[in-house]
């Protein structure tokens, strides 16, 4: 069975609600119940209530962008995963860059996010990624080692179904800078490894390795193309829905080619 092409739109701290409705309509309406790639889209927390009312009869998925690791109680601020499931989210961004650089999220307090969120049937989307300091130190494999061991702890064979792992290269996100196919292949060929070294080679096949960092339609059909991507994770271009749109159909191209 080929994994199922994913496109996902990581609309970070973009779009207010009424914004957000706007951003996703066309994109809901243009996609309506295609099954040929599966299409996530993650607005910010303040949006989520609105979009997952016009996603109800669709086959987008709506992702969040971070979770508590806690379930509920004294924790101001925190948004659980019973909170996001409620709302109809099915997925949710974790280990972002942004997050490990900016909120000093380091790979054992995203590991309890990912247990938390797997706990409560929501898919983590685990971000990995080198900075360009570790790519040029030669540090990129044992960086990706850490963060998916780290992670992954405790995670379960079976929880693992419902997993998916973006590599998104610090250095390409947002710089207008992409990993080659090649280098991204690579990367993604590694963390199949480390996915069988740690829950199995059937884990391995199955799990969806998506590539994230300045992903555009012009760029994505040869990203796609490699063996071991699986789809993309989409900051900037998923801030328009014509190219959202362009990239889902880099997608469905791919998939026939992959089939
Ligand atoms: C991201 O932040 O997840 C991302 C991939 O951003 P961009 O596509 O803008 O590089």
């Known amino acids: 069975m080929p994994r199922i092409i994913t496109i996902a739109g990581n609309w970070k701290m973009n779009k207010t ?3 957000s409705v706007d951003l996703a309509k066309p994109i809901i309406q243009a996609l309506n119940n295609q099954n040929e790639v ?8 303040t949006a989520l209530q609105a979009v997952s009312g016009l996603i109800e009869n669709s086959s987008v998925r709506l992702g ?3 979770v508590s690791d806690k379930a509920s109680g004294a924790y ?3 948004i659980s995963a019973a909170m996001l499931r409620d709302l109809h989210v099915t997925h949710v961004i974790l280990g972002h860059s942004e997050r490990r650089a900016y909120y000093s ?3 054992a307090f995203i590991n309890k996010k990912v247990l938390a969120a797997l706990e409560n049937n929501l898919k983590p989307i685990l971000c990995v990624g080198e900075t360009l300091d570790e790519r040029e130190g030669n540090k990129t494999f044992d960086v990706i080692h850490t963060q998916i061991k780290g992670g992954l702890a405790g995670v379960t064979i079976a929880q693992a179904e419902n997993l998916i792992i973006a590599y ?7 710089t207008g800078k992409t990993a080659t196919p090649a280098l991204a292949q690579e990367v993604h060929a590694f963390i199949r490894k480390e996915l069988s070294a740690l829950l199995g080679e059937s884990v391995a096949q199955k799990t969806r390795i998506l590539y994230g960092g300045s992903m555009k339609p012009d760029n994505a059909a040869a990203l796609l193309a490699e063996q071991d991507i699986d789809g993309g994770l989409i900051g ?6 014509k190219d959202f749109l362009a990239l889902v159909e880099s997608g469905k191209a791919a998939a026939g080619k992959k089939a």
Do not use: H
């Not at 998104?168 to 947002?174: F, K, L, S």
């Open 17 to 19: 609600a009424s914004e």
């Open 38 to 45: 599966a299409v996530i889209v993650c607005p910010p927390f």
């Open 64 to 66: 969040a962008q971070n």
């Open 76 to 78: 101001t601020g925190e």
């Open 105 to 107: 999220e380091t790979d």
């Open 168 to 174: 998104e290269p610090v250095w390409a996100i947002g």
């Open 236 to 241: 900037g271009a998923a801030l328009a829905a």
